[in-house]
């Protein structure tokens, strides 16, 4: 159609309706749908948060509009978190909250670079990172990351392929699509990197709440007294809260940054919904221990996919961490969809091809194990028992 923007139109559609078009023709013989596609928590927000949830959304204020980088208590709440966590010094003024984690990185790829400019993405890449870029006439430059390097990406590796037009790096840890959780010193060099060729590091801690038990602090960012120079960290609540609906998620960066950054949430949001925010800001200091107790939960579900997959010939768990395992199939040859979209139709389980997530990523499928038990996470040895039929 003539009227639609050629950039637009260019964007492959979203995967994850896709797969679950293909799980419609599953016809139930092997059991129940087994539903791998889309990183939601598997079990209910605590019973507490529902009732201040339930009691902020009657009260009058809900229903008017909220200040564009939202509302105080929130962003108060969780500057607090960050700093308990990253021993930082991160200002309420330096918080702002938005409608989800994804919003906020079409906002800060909008801000960051104009149409021909560039952004780097190591590559699996989270596809909707890519397509905010293309949509906006932004090049991505891929960063190759390797199953032998556990799927993390090489500061070294990515200096020698920027360009004057790259305006950012783009990271995500833990990982999607891989699981792969970044040690801190590989974060260090990216900050380091991104502070000498003076572009942004934007970090992407979505899934930041269900790192491994032996990381206590992800990086040592907030910690260095220039982060303000080079680092937007984005942040969402909708995973380690169990309120993906809700669409509320949070960028830190320095007072200038968000000064500008508030002219595109104005036009793209207004403000974030204001029951949510109230909610969150409360169940950011009280629920701190059910927070832990989830994480704890997570690296089980993360453990029982890595003994089913231990257990197939031919199938391989290339990464794994926070919601996501990273597999390799065991049919060289053939398009990670036409696998994908097999295992959905013959045997009931969903899943994406690693082809959503970047170029020569045939051999890959990802799983997100987080939306089930650990149960059912082993129901997927025996169904794949039996070759598919390709």
């Known amino acids: 159609m003539r009227l ?96 989800g984690a994804n919003m906020g990185s079409f906002a800060a790829t909008m801000l960051l670079a104009k149409a021909g400019e560039a952004v780097m993405l190591p590559v699996p890449w989270y596809f909707n990172h890519q397509m905010n870029a293309a949509m906006l006439g932004v090049e991505v430059v891929p960063l190759p990351c390797s199953a032998e390097s556990g799927f993390v990406p090489d500061p070294d590796q990515a200096e020698r392929l920027l360009t004057d037009r790259v305006k950012a790096i783009l990271l995500v840890t833990p990982n999607n699509p891989t699981g792969a959780v970044y040690p801190p010193g590989t974060i260090a060099r990216f900050a380091d990197l991104c502070r000498r060729r003076g572009i942004a590091l934007v970090l992407d801690e979505t899934y ?24 937007i960290q984005l942040y969402s609540f909708s995973k380690s809260y169990c309120v993906p609906g809700y669409r509320l998620g949070a960028i830190a960066a ?46 089980r579900r993360g453990d029982a996919a890595a003994a089913v997959f231990a257990r197939l010939p031919g199938w391989e768990m290339a990464s794994r961490g926070a919601y996501f395992a990273y597999i390799r199939h065991p049919y060289p040859g ?41 149960e059912r996470i082993a129901e997927v040895a025996s169904r794949l028992q039996e070759p598919l039929e390709l």
Not at 208 to 215: A, I, K, M, Q, V
């Open 254 to 299: 320095s007072g200038p940054v968000l000064a500008e950054l508030t002219k595109i949430l104005d036009c793209v949001q207004i403000c974030a919904a204001r029951a949510g925010q109230a909610g969150l800001a409360w169940a950011i200091p009280a629920l701190s221990s059910w927070r832990e107790e989830n994480r704890a939960l997570m690296n």
């Open 334 to 374: 053939h398009a990670a969809m036409q696998v994908a979209e097999a295992l959905a139709v013959e045997r009931g389980i969903v899943t994406l091809p690693g082809s959503a997530f970047g170029p020569d990523q045939e051999d890959y499928l990802r799983v997100a194990f987080a939306n089930v038990e650990a």
């Open 208 to 231: 930041r709440d269900f790192r491994p038990g032996d990381l206590a602090r992800p990086h040592e960012l907030f910690r260095d007294p220039f982060w303000r120079d080079y680092l």
């Open 4 to 99: 639609i923007n050629p950039l637009v139109a260019a964007v492959a559609p979203p995967p994850i309706p896709e797969a679950r078009a293909w799980a419609s023709r599953y016809d139930g013989r092997h059991g129940p749908l087994i539903d791998l596609t889309q990183a939601v928590p598997g079990y209910a927000p605590h019973p507490d948060l529902v009732r201040k949830l339930a009691e902020a959304a009657a009260r009058p204020e809900s229903f008017g509009y909220g200040d564009i980088t939202g509302d105080l208590a929130l962003r108060e709440a969780y500057a607090a978190d960050i700093n308990a966590l990253y021993a930082g010094d991160v200002g309420t003024a330096e918080v702002a909250i938005t409608t």
